[in-house]
């Protein structure tokens, strides 16, 4: 796999999947029985050998979260120092994952590059697994594979427009905040949190020096952006958000729009429950479209109806 991105891809960086990297570094040291206490182990004795295993991976995790070299290789040595009696375990991690691919693995060098937050294939195999589901039996032909995969597509492009559409109207109040004027609503909160978590840090009495992370892995503002953004008395603009974000993809023009924007934010427009007013313009409504248990339902009443009814 990797020689063959290396071949199709060469100018592409790729990164190792957390998950599988530390799967990986735990099924050696089961299989290694690398922390057994005795060949024949009380129940006690297990339960030691797994609180071993459990600790030396969360220093593994906190390894590959690091995010500055420096704390990377504090924390490796930490480890180098604590295992010293392991020989094995920590030529394995050394010879097998981090000598070769620290820079695909440790955060503080693959967060350098622009992954959304797609540190692991999680997603493709959830991908594969929905796949999966649609397709039920790996006997079909061809074209039972292409039905299949469509009526897949049609359904997740369904489900994404809900999911965006809630995401749209759901902002958490603690999402409204003026620095957040131009983007509520128009970016997803998700990532509007991650923002905020830097905005936050700005109030911490010992900052940590901005290494960048945010803007060069996610493509939003690091804290230090944002500290500058507000000594000029301005708030963050929609061009701050990599348009992967966005609600609606940016046409070209959109960066030309964005200056001079009032720090005050008008109260949020809460849509009653209330019946909308019928609106004769269908394209500017806002009214979904009923699901499909409400048209059968609307249908069940109708047929109840016409039973209630006297026949002539
Ligand atoms: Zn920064």
């Not at 991908?127 to 039996?137: D, I, R, W």
């Amino acid at each position: 796999m990797i020689n063959a991105l290396k071949e199709v891809f060469p100018w592409q960086q790729n990164l190792l999947c957390e998950w599988h990297v530390t799967t990986a570094i735990l099924a050696y040291i089961k299989r290694e029985r690398v922390f057994r206490i005795a060949i024949n182990q009380t129940d006690e004795q297990v339960a030691e050998e797994e609180a071993k295993q459990d600790k030396f991976m969360a220093r593994v995790s906190g390894l590959i979260i690091s995010t500055t070299v420096n704390t990377y290789q504090t924390r490796l040595k930490g480890i180098q120092q604590d295992y010293k009696h392991h020989i094995e375990l920590l030529q394995y991690l050394a010879n097998t994952w981090l000598d070769p691919w620290a820079t695909q693995i440790i955060r503080a060098y693959a967060d350098q590059y622009l992954h959304f937050g797609n540190r692991a294939t999680s997603r493709i195999e959830g991908g594969h697994s929905v796949l999966k589901k649609y397709l039920q039996t790996s006997m079909g032909d061809l074209k039972m594979v292409m039905e299949k995969v469509n009526l897949l597509l049609t359904n997740q492009h369904v489900q994404h427009g809900a999911s965006m559409g809630q995401a749209k109207d759901r902002t958490p109040q603690r999402l409204m905040i003026p620095l957040f004027a131009e983007l509520v609503g128009r970016v997803t909160p998700f990532v509007l949190l991650k923002v905020l978590g830097q905005y936050d840090m700005l109030a911490s009495k010992d900052l940590p020096p901005c290494h960048h992370l945010l803007r060069r892995s996610m493509g939003v503002p690091c804290h230090h952006e944002i500290r500058n953004r507000l000594q000029q008395q301005d708030v963050l603009h929609l061009s701050d958000i990599h348009e992967r974000w966005h609600f609606i993809k940016p046409t070209l023009g959109f960066l030309s729009v964005t200056a001079g924007q009032p720090l005050l934010m008008n109260p949020r427009v809460i849509k009653s429950k209330g019946r909308p007013k019928k609106s004769k313009s269908k394209k500017t409504s806002t009214q979904r479209d009923p699901s499909a248990f409400e048209i059968e339902a609307k249908k069940a009443k109708e047929r109840k109806g016409r039973v209630l009814r006297p026949r002539k």
